[in-house]
């Protein structure tokens, strides 16, 4: 390796100096920022599209209110088939054959079908609402799941999804029970029960923000305004924004192969990225890396003053 | 650290890029992100979505973050093309990699903190990845409770104090020599 070596790093001490005031240096590039940030936000300002809101989705989109409340009653949306930390439902992703994330456990649990139910049964006094939650709930899993999955086959042929074009079919009181899921939407009344419940400040949205992925609202909506994580929409943000442009690399791999097609790309990118800043962070001690801008002479158009005045042998 | 070498009065000669400026102008634009972000949580989470002046700071808030980012990438690669961390500085260039791994992590808990769209969809993406290595299960980026308190008092606690220890590592080693720079010159 004595080779390569190269020649010790000298103290700084040992230079001569010039004049150089930090203070004064920090004052005028604090004055430089302070107003640069004004400008931009004076001239830009700053995005804030509202939240979704429950009634907003059942409102635009009613027939994607009950395909999801089917979907998580038949036990077959991204939550109800997720696994840790919601449920057991799936073993989740893993890295060279380490289950990285059924490692983390099932610390946040979530019945995907409970996001419906619970709030219907938290009304009263609608008999009919009564008679199909206890139809329901005096049912088999086997036979809740057959009523639901071929209510979901139903309005995935109906025209538009409208459930009042669904083909007849056995059922059960899956069409009674989404129907009024649907109203409790309109309603404005479902975050509250989702976030809420047991605790009268709700400052947890998991369950309400699961329930608004599992439908298409929510993916429609950014995939209209090129958020879509085949759109490097993970470092955009609504609206002409610069977003989060230091997530390039990170928004990179999910759009090459074997990435943008591997069913473990989450915890492959991550795993990859954690690697890419351990070796960002300890570059110094790498040979080769390091040695780079020893090569390459930048150096020598950062330092031209020095150069100049102290030619090299 | 060397009586003296805190705040001197001068630098070395050779001391003279206007590479120099940006570690500089990357603290100034973390002093304005920090200076709006306490003026932000002043009124709460929900003050700026209704009133025009909390609008016009969360602006502020926003753009003093895209200067920071962008001063501290072009600091990042002046220090590499300079190979800044010789002469027993590595600490100085790990302690500026973590940091701005901590600043990532802030500036994407701020996103979900908002309580807008952009916090809806950026939770519902982000929580495959940080799921999928299983530390969802203690990080729950559905949980705006959770991310504010993140970003408003840990993680800027972190960049802040690596940021403090960064700059005493400047300060001590002095300022590096150029490349195949020799003793005295
Ligand atoms: C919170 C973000 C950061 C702040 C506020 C900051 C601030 C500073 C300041 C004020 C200096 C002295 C002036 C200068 O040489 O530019 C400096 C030096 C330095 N910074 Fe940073 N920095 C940050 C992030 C980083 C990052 C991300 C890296 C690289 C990975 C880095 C690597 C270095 C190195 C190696 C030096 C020593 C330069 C020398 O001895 O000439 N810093 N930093």
Redesign the pocket.
Known sequence: MTMTRPPSTPD?HDFSKRPYDLVKEFVIALTVVSLLTVVLAAVFSSPDEPAITMSAWAQADPADVVATATGELAGTTTSATYGAPYNHNADGQSVLGIPLQKMGGVRIPVDSAELVLQPLTDQVGDAALTDALTQWQSATPSQRTAWATAYADALAVAPDGDPAQAPAGEYGPVPNLTAAFLDVARSGYLEGSLTSSGNFYGGDQTRSLLLLSDGAYLEDRAVAQQLGGDQWGMMNETGNYPGQPWMWLYTFWYQVRPFSTSENADAQVWALMMLLTLA??F?PLIPGVRDIPRWVPVHRLIWRDYYRTHPRA | MPAGEALPDSQPSY?SSW??????L??AA?TVVLGSGIVLTLGGSDWWHASSVGHFVNSLHLWSVEL?FMF??I??W???W?A??RGR?TM??????V??VA?IGTAFTGYLSQSNFDSQWIGAEGKDGINAIGAGAFFNVLNPGQMLLWHVVLLPLV?GA??VI??L??RR????PPIDATEGD
């Open positions: 700084a960002l962070m570059l | 001391v590479i120099y400026v940006f570690g500089v990357t603290l973390l920071f501290m990438v600091h990042l002046g220090k590499f300079m800044a961390w500085r100085t260039w790990v302690t500026g990699v940091a701005f600043s960049v690596l940021t960064h700059i590592l400047v080693h002095g300022v590096v």
